[in-house]
């Protein structure tokens, strides 16, 4: 079915503001600075992993906080993971961002080890949970289930989202963007090619859920998984190839707001 004349006057809206956002200039105030840091593959999705797990607050402490932990693995993500001797994790004692502590990112540390050694790496576990169903969604908790296959504290349950409970999962899903996305624009990395970017969700946040209810593409009042769906369903009307390249789109004008002309678009379907 075609769109009607107001979907496609929304659609170039998003389109101008996906073009507006997503270029290189966005990296320097955003935390996907941190995983540009690194040249190898397997570094870049450890920091793109850990990073977008420290990614609620802000941006500014966001990105200083990851770049510390990244420090603390001698900023060689991969190497430390695989190779580093008990000794060396004493230094993570004074380490917090916000509600994740020491404790969390000595666990963070050991699942990852455990799954580079046992698993073949982040991108093998959530190919193999894409591989299910082509969903987002059950992935993301296939990969929890991996995560936490080793004997875990119950407080770092809550930094690793849980799909069958409601959560959205933004961090998780922006993690996914980052890797599997690839365009020409030098921002999202693209080099998980085994996952469509066709078969992503959205990261749904506080910026992108009130955007999206005001442009008329959420009517769901919380921002949990079913609201997830129900805005990357209408988001893939607009691309069905790639419907989260309007997360650029969506946080921008979240974060900037004025200026819109949101009052001159009919954003409801017709």
């Known amino acids: 079915m075609p769109m009607c004349q107001c979907a496609n006057e929304l659609k170039s809206f998003l389109d101008s503001k996906y073009n507006q956002y997503n270029r290189p200039e966005f990296i320097e105030t955003d935390p996907i600075q941190v995983p540009h840091l690194f040249s190898r593959r397997e570094d870049i999705e450890i920091a793109g992993f850990l990073?977008?797990?420290?990614?609620?607050?802000?941006?500014?402490?966001?990105i200083n906080k990851s770049r510390l932990l990244l420090s603390l693995l001698d900023n060689s993500p991969y190497h430390f993971i695989t190779q580093a001797a008990e000794s060396d994790y004493?230094?993570?004692?004074?380490?917090?961002?916000?509600?994740?502590?020491t404790t969390d990112a000595?666990?963070?540390l050991y699942a990852l080890?455990?799954?580079?050694?046992?698993h073949g790496g982040l991108n093998q576990v959530f190919e193999k949970g894409f591989g299910i169903n082509k969903d987002a969604g059950t992935a993301i908790a296939y990969f929890r289930s991996i995560f936490f296959e080793c004997d875990f504290p119950e407080r770092t349950q809550k930094h690793v989202?849980?799909?069958?409970?409601?959560?959205?999962?933004?961090?998780?899903?922006m993690f996914l963007r980052w890797m599997v996305r690839r365009d020409t624009r030098g921002v999202d990395f693209g080099f998980w090619t085994s996952i469509s970017p066709a078969w992503l969700n959205i990261p749904l946040d506080l910026h992108t859920g009130n955007t999206s209810r005001k442009l008329g593409l959420l009517t769901r009042k919380q921002n949990d998984h079913r609201s997830v769906i129900e805005l990357t369903q209408r988001l893939r009307e607009f691309d069905p190839a790639d419907p989260v390249k309007y997360d650029f789109a969506l946080f921008g004008l979240g974060a900037h707001p004025s200026g819109w002309g949101v009052s001159n678009l009919i954003s409801n379907y017709g």
């Open 51 to 62: 990073t977008a797990t420290l990614s609620w607050g802000q941006r500014k402490t966001i």
């Open 161 to 173: 989202p849980d799909v069958g409970k409601g959560s959205s999962a933004k961090r998780l899903n």
């Open 113 to 118: 080890k455990n799954i580079y050694s046992r």
């Open 106 to 108: 000595l666990y963070f």
């Open 90 to 101: 004493s230094r993570f004692g004074n380490f917090c961002h916000r509600t994740f502590n």
